[in-house]
């Protein structure tokens, strides 16, 4: 439902904004598949954590919340493989990078970085926007590194190492699991609060609605969800403190940092990236610093000559 609300606004970004700026590839088609075929994997899942939700109130009647945390990390555990194995598929085609220069430059980064991935994929964003990026998924030997087209097409190779670096600084440096947990805890802190509600009348008096679990849970959650986000300061400032020690990773497995500064500004070029958002925006909506900060920040550790201990992770077998 909340996704069909969504739609006229994702149809104007898409075809309206985007178009604009000469960013959108996908056709009209193209966007009506997406969107059906992201209704029926969100129906399959959220029914999914629906139905096991409401096992676990019903119980653990008194425990729930905590169960509900744990039930939210095996579920973010098991998307880890799934998401790129099975759903991220459906959308893009994923070409494993085995041999030429690409390769080799990637290569090089997993040595210089102390890390070991088999799995090295381009995707073709291209085929519905010109943004680039780069993402790292996984754990274990179902980890794998995705490079967008994109990306490969707007970057000189040792802008793509670069990235790649910082991307591997998620994993050597553990963020991953350290925001999973952070998450983790931010789930039970709001199931811990719906079921405290759940507890009241007025809750169900208000609407007019029998005291019945689901009722209560979906109503709990109506109230809880977007007082969480005020949170999101909290949140995005653990995250802002992991991209600068992933920079710093990044400018030490380099051994420069020209390349790293250079990719974020072509960033900022080719994605019209806004290099300086108003300050109160930035606190509610920013994972990652302002590029200008970034490149400030970078530059600073490259004349200090000092970094986050790169040397000594490149020496660390991963």
């Known amino acids: 439902m909340l996704q069909a609300v969504a739609w006229p606004f994702d149809v104007v970004n898409t075809f309206v904004v985007e178009e604009i700026f000469g960013f959108n590839e996908q056709s009209p088609r193209l966007w009506v598949r997406d ?4 209704v029926v994997i969100s129906a399959v899942l959220v029914g999914v954590a629906a139905v096991a939700l409401l096992w676990v109130v019903g119980r653990f009647p008194d425990l729930w919340a905590a169960g509900g945390a744990v039930l939210f990390l095996g579920f973010s555990l098991v998307m880890q493989v799934v998401y790129p194995r099975v759903i991220a598929p459906l959308f893009n085609d994923f070409d494993p990078i085995e041999s030429g220069d690409l390769r080799e430059a990637v290569e090089d980064v997993f040595d210089r970085a102390g890390f070991t991935c088999e799995q090295v994929y381009e ?23 995705v490079l967008f087209d994109t990306l490969v097409e707007q970057m000189a190779l040792d802008e793509v190492e670069s990235v790649l670096a910082h991307e591997l600084a998620h994993w050597k440096r553990n963020h991953v699991w350290k925001l999973l947990a952070t998450g983790t805890v931010q789930v039970g802190v709001v199931l811990a609060v719906a079921q405290v509600l759940m507890s009241t ?15 209560g849970l979906a109503l709990a959650l109506l109230w809880v969800l977007p007082l969480n986000q005020l949170t999101a300061p909290l949140t995005n400032r653990l995250s802002l403190a992991y991209e600068r020690e992933a920079d710093s990773f990044a400018v030490d497995v380099m051994g420069e940092d020209e390349a790293l500064t250079g990719a974020l500004a072509n960033l900022v070029s080719e994605n019209l990236s806004n290099p300086f958002p108003h300050p109160w925006y930035a606190t509610f909506h920013y994972t990652h610093p302002p590029v200008p ?4 920040y970078i530059e600073e550790l490259a004349g200090s000559g000092s970094g986050d201990g790169g040397d000594e992770a490149a020496a660390a077998a991963d």
Do not use: C, E
């Open 293 to 296: 900060d970034r490149i400030r």
């Open 35 to 38: 969107a059906l075929l992201q």
């Open 123 to 145: 995707m073709d964003a291209s085929r519905r926007s010109s943004h680039s990026n780069a993402y790292f998924i996984g754990f274990g030997r179902t980890k794998r590194v």
């Open 201 to 215: 009348g007025w809750l169900y008096g208000m609407f007019g609605v029998p005291r019945t679990t689901y009722a």
